[in-house]
């Protein structure tokens, strides 16, 4: 077993005063939103956990191609880790929006387009880790995680669209807005400050998960080779 | 040639089966009369609801009809050994994949032939009418094209039967709302302006899943 890499805890220090950082931008440095008040602050992590959730699920989708090329089981590790990773942070993205949601639609749940797609994705990994938990064959196990993660990168975007036929009343707060969008704001220059620095720290964070996740993965691995060789001898 | 040759081969093999055993047909059938049944009590089904909730109460019904189908085809290859016998066929992998898929859409579509008149006659709706046979034609296609790549990987598990749904169901989102979507514009005669981007996203479903398929098929049987 190897000792923990020094790049990996010097990575965690970072990563952590980042976070304090940014924890006092949104508190402190950025303004106060003149409508919506103290709960407009949610958005900044809002966004960026929305942001780190796609971006592993992105990773799980390029992992499970490369897998299916290479049959390296490196790839497996880094698709189960990614898919992890994502599914908790899709969910505090979920969370998150709900706490806005809630004095600013005055509802905590409504079955908007982004809402509902955010729901189907985390239920389409759900069901990739489902999927794995059933079969015992390491390898079978990673050939078909592989394909499903492909096959549920493909039909995220499909979902999206299919809501998005119906009306949406998300805000988009980057790029052209919607008419009928509830809870729309400007960002003024020290906003967009913050916003751009909790995306930068979640990015931080992703990686840093990651790293450990993958790490935790091998190990995993190292036990699974022992136990097989040691009931060998039993 | 021998790729058309192989495919029309293993839908033989399955229609063959099937006009010998009928078990497949009659299960998927008498489940689908049963699920309208239930939605008759559930949803108290009068002349005002049925006009908006029909496209709904059919779609569900295919869809939970299709993944028993599909369960029990897949089944089938996996418990009596057929598939190892498939696999040794000196044929392009993907010959087996459209044959299976082929004969699945074709057992769906034998089941829908029925249930649609029956429902048709039962709560006095026409239903006959071609975009809305279209709208079932491509709907199908796109929800067995996925499910035949997903039921091979799930007798392959320990809990087979159970995780079809479960992994069918999610992906198959897009192609159940665009399908009850573009239904209910025939049949309520929505003008085709507003039934059009549905039909766009069937097709699309229809092609990228089928592509998606034919190339990872291979990797989903492999030994």
Same mark, same amino acid.
Not at chain 1, 33 to 48: P, T
Not at chain 2, 30 to 45: C, G, K, R, W, Y
Not at chain 2, 183 to 191: A, T, V
């Given at each position: 077993?190897?000792?923990?890499?020094?790049?990996?805890?010097?990575?965690?220090?970072?990563?952590?005063?980042?976070?304090?950082?940014?924890?006092?931008?949104?508190?402190?440095?950025?303004?106060?939103?003149?409508?919506?008040?103290?709960?407009?602050?949610?958005?900044?992590?809002?966004?960026?956990?929305?942001?780190?959730?796609?971006?592993?699920?992105?990773?799980?989708?390029?992992?499970?191609?490369?897998?299916?090329?290479?049959?390296?089981?490196?790839?497996? $590790?880094?698709?189960? =880790?990614?898919?992890?990773?994502? #599914?908790? +942070?899709?969910? /505090?993205?979920?969370?998150? !929006?709900?706490?806005?949601?809630?004095?600013?639609?005055?509802?905590?749940?409504?079955?908007?387009? $982004?809402?509902?797609? =955010?729901?189907?994705?985390?239920? #389409?990994? +759900?069901?990739? /880790?489902?999927?794995?938990? !059933?079969?015992?064959?390491?390898?079978?196990?990673?050939?078909?995680?592989?394909?499903?993660?492909?096959?549920?990168?493909?039909?995220?975007?499909?979902?999206?669209?299919?809501?998005?036929?119906?009306?949406?009343?998300?805000?988009?707060?980057?790029?052209?807005?919607?008419?009928?969008?509830?809870?729309?704001?400007?960002?003024?220059?020290?906003?967009?400050?913050?916003?751009?620095?909790?995306?930068?720290?979640?990015?931080?964070?992703?990686?840093?998960?990651?790293?450990?996740?993958?790490?935790?993965?091998?190990?995993?691995?190292?036990?699974?080779?022992?136990?097989?060789?040691?009931?060998?001898?039993? | 040639?021998?790729?058309?040759?192989?495919?029309?081969?293993?839908?033989?093999?399955?229609?063959?089966?099937?006009?010998?055993?009928?078990?497949?047909?009659?299960?998927?059938?008498?489940?689908?009369?049963?699920?309208?049944?239930?939605?008759?009590?559930?949803?108290?089904?009068?002349?005002?609801?049925?006009?908006?909730?029909?496209?709904?109460?059919?779609?569900?019904?295919?869809?939970?009809?299709?993944?028993?189908?599909?369960?029990?085809?897949?089944?089938?290859?996996?418990?009596?050994?057929?598939?190892?016998?498939?696999?040794?066929?000196?044929?392009?992998?993907?010959?087996?994949?459209?044959?299976?898929?082929?004969?699945?859409?074709?057992?769906?579509?034998?089941?829908?032939?029925?249930?649609?008149?029956?429902?048709?006659?039962?709560?006095?709706?026409?239903?006959?009418?071609?975009?809305?046979?279209?709208?079932?034609?491509?709907?199908?296609?796109?929800?067995?094209?996925?499910?035949?790549?997903?039921?091979?990987?799930?007798?392959?598990?320990?809990?087979?039967?159970?995780?079809?749904?479960?992994?069918?169901?999610?992906?198959?989102?897009?192609?159940?709302?665009?399908?009850?979507?573009?239904?209910?514009?025939?049949?309520?005669?929505?003008?085709?302006?507003?039934?059009?981007?549905?039909?766009?996203?069937?097709?699309?479903?229809?092609?990228?899943?089928?592509?998606?398929?034919?190339?990872?098929?291979?990797?989903?049987?492999?030994?």
């Amino acid at each position: 077993m190897q000792p923990k890499p020094k790049a990996l805890t010097y990575l965690d220090i970072f990563t952590v005063i980042l976070f304090l950082i940014s924890l006092g931008l949104v508190f402190f440095y950025a303004p106060m939103e003149a409508v919506m008040g103290n709960v407009q602050r949610v958005f900044y992590y809002h966004v960026a956990v929305g942001w780190v959730g796609m971006l592993s699920f992105l990773a799980a989708a390029i992992a499970g191609i490369l897998y299916l090329r290479s049959k390296d089981r490196k790839w497996d $590790r880094v698709a189960v =880790a990614a898919v992890e990773i994502g #599914i908790v +942070f899709t969910f /505090l993205n979920i969370v998150t !929006g709900s706490i806005w949601a809630r004095p600013i639609w005055n509802t905590w749940w409504t079955w908007d387009p $982004r809402l509902t797609t =955010a729901t189907i994705m985390e239920l #389409i990994y +759900f069901a990739y /880790l489902m999927l794995r938990q !059933g079969i015992e064959d390491p390898e079978r196990r990673a050939r078909f995680g592989a394909v499903y993660v492909i096959l549920g990168f493909i039909s995220v975007p499909l979902t999206f669209f299919s809501a998005r036929l119906f009306r949406t009343i998300h805000p988009v707060v980057i790029g052209t807005n919607q008419p009928g969008a509830e809870g729309q704001f400007d960002m003024t220059p020290k906003m967009v400050q913050t916003f751009l620095f909790s995306l930068f720290t979640f990015t931080f964070v992703f990686i840093d998960l990651m790293w450990h996740r993958l790490r935790l993965g091998k190990f995993a691995e190292q036990v699974e080779q022992l136990k097989l060789k040691f009931s060998q001898y039993t | 040639m021998t790729f058309l040759r192989a495919t029309l081969a293993v839908i033989a093999k399955d229609l063959a089966g099937e006009l010998r055993s009928r078990e497949l047909i009659s299960a998927m059938l008498v489940f689908s009369l049963l699920v309208i049944l239930i939605f008759n009590f559930a949803l108290e089904l009068d002349v005002k609801t049925r006009s908006t909730v029909t496209a709904g109460v059919l779609w569900v019904t295919f869809a939970f009809a299709g993944s028993l189908g599909l369960n029990r085809s897949m089944a089938m290859e996996k418990d009596r050994g057929c598939i190892d016998g498939l696999l040794l066929a000196p044929v392009d992998r993907s010959a087996i994949y459209f044959g299976k898929m082929i004969g699945n859409l074709f057992f769906m579509l034998l089941v829908e032939a029925i249930v649609l008149p029956l429902y048709s006659i039962l709560y006095n709706t026409n239903l006959f009418q071609l975009g809305f046979l279209g709208v079932v034609f491509l709907g199908s296609l796109g929800y067995v094209a996925v499910g035949t790549l997903l039921a091979t990987m799930t007798v392959q598990t320990r809990t087979r039967d159970v995780l079809l749904p479960i992994l069918l169901f999610p992906l198959a989102i897009p192609v159940l709302i665009a399908s009850v979507k573009a239904s209910m514009g025939y049949l309520q005669g929505i003008e085709m302006e507003a039934i059009r981007p549905w039909l766009n996203l069937l097709l699309v479903y229809d092609i990228v899943f089928i592509a998606v398929a034919f190339m990872v098929f291979d990797f989903v049987v492999e030994e």
